[in-house]
């Protein structure tokens, strides 16, 4: 197993090209918050935002926008369920992020069977939370996509039906070959398991980090580093650095560190990384 050190995450994150804009920083769309678990998508898009995506929109319920915007009006939002305006939007975006708070009902596996249905091949989609859950029970297809699947232990052990105490290297990396997707398997030591075969261990992370918003925040900085940052695997092995080696960092003061904390704390600690690599 290889180690994701702080060497990675400066090789990944450069200081920003003077010829750029909005654009060239990716536009990233978050799937996600149904009426109970609204908080989730807020704090993925928050993250996103935070991370440097160039463009970042939040498809939800409604019920979700205003408690959106009074804390990020940088994002833009619109329905989940507005058929037409998700199939304009979805194709123009370089990163999604589908499952955040979308919930397992009804609601959420509409959405989710509508987003599956649109997307496009040399896409990145990141599928946590409730979408992992879902692609469990409902045995629904993945879409042909660049994906990166989040799972916690217990998703992961109903997605792959390995049971968390059976889940050893080997059997993992089966299964995530099986499935054609990055694995990202999160724990007190969260490994990712590469489309090339070759496994990763975090590094850094703390027991103040086991805050429920956690994960979707993880999924918010996953988007904007693989908005930013090329290719998706440095990518991604440099998001999960960043979001543990964060709250590491205030850790040392605090107890506890909430989800919401570390996205705030994301531009500062990616500039100290760009001025070093
Ligand atoms: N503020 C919000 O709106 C929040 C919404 N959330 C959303 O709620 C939905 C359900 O997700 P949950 O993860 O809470 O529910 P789950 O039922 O999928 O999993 C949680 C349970 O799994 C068990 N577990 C075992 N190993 C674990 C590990 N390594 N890490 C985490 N849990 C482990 C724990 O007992 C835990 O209670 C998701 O869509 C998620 O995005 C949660 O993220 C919590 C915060
Ligand atoms: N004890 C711990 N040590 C290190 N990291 C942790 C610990 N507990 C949780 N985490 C991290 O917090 C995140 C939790 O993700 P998840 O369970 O999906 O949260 P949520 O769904 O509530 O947002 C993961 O990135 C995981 O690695
Ligand atoms: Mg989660």
Not at 86 to 96: E, F, G, H, R, S
């Amino acid at each position: 197993m290889q180690q994701i050190t702080a060497d990675l995450v400066q090789q990944v994150i450069q200081p920003r090209p003077t010829e750029s804009h909005k654009g060239t920083f990716g536009r990233v769309m978050v799937i996600g918050g149904n009426q109970q678990f609204g908080g989730a998508a807020i704090m993925s898009a928050t993250a996103a935002v935070y991370g440097g995506a160039g463009l970042v929109t939040c498809a939800t319920d409604l019920f979700n926008a205003t408690s959106l915007h009074a804390q990020l009006p940088e994002a833009m939002v619109l329905a989940a369920t507005d058929k037409a305006q998700m199939a304009t939007l979805l194709p123009k975006m370089d990163v999604i992020v589908v499952g955040p708070g979308l919930g397992t009902d009804t609601w959420g596996q509409t959405v989710l069977q509508q987003v599956f249905q649109q997307v496009q091949p040399q896409q990145v989609v990141i599928i946590d939370g409730s979408a992992i859950d879902l692609v469990a029970s409902q045995g629904l297809t993945l879409p042909q996509a660049q994906l990166v699947l989040t799972p916690h232990q217990m998703e992961w052990q109903r997605l792959s039906g390995i049971a968390i105490a059976d889940q050893q290297v080997a059997c993992n990396l089966a299964v995530q070959q099986q499935l054609q997707a990055t694995l990202v398997l999160k724990s007190a030591r969260t490994q990712v398991y590469l489309p090339n075969g070759t496994v990763w261990e975090n590094t850094v992370g703390t027991p103040a980090m086991a805050t429920g918003g956690m994960g979707d925040t993880l999924t918010g900085v996953l988007a904007a580093f693989a908005a930013q940052f090329k290719p998706l695997d440095q990518a991604i092995l440099a998001g999960v650095y960043t979001h543990s080696a964060i709250a590491s960092e205030l850790a040392q003061q605090q107890y506890v560190v909430l989800p919401t904390q570390i996205a705030r704390q994301l531009p500062f600690f990616m500039q100290e990384q760009a001025r070093r690599g």
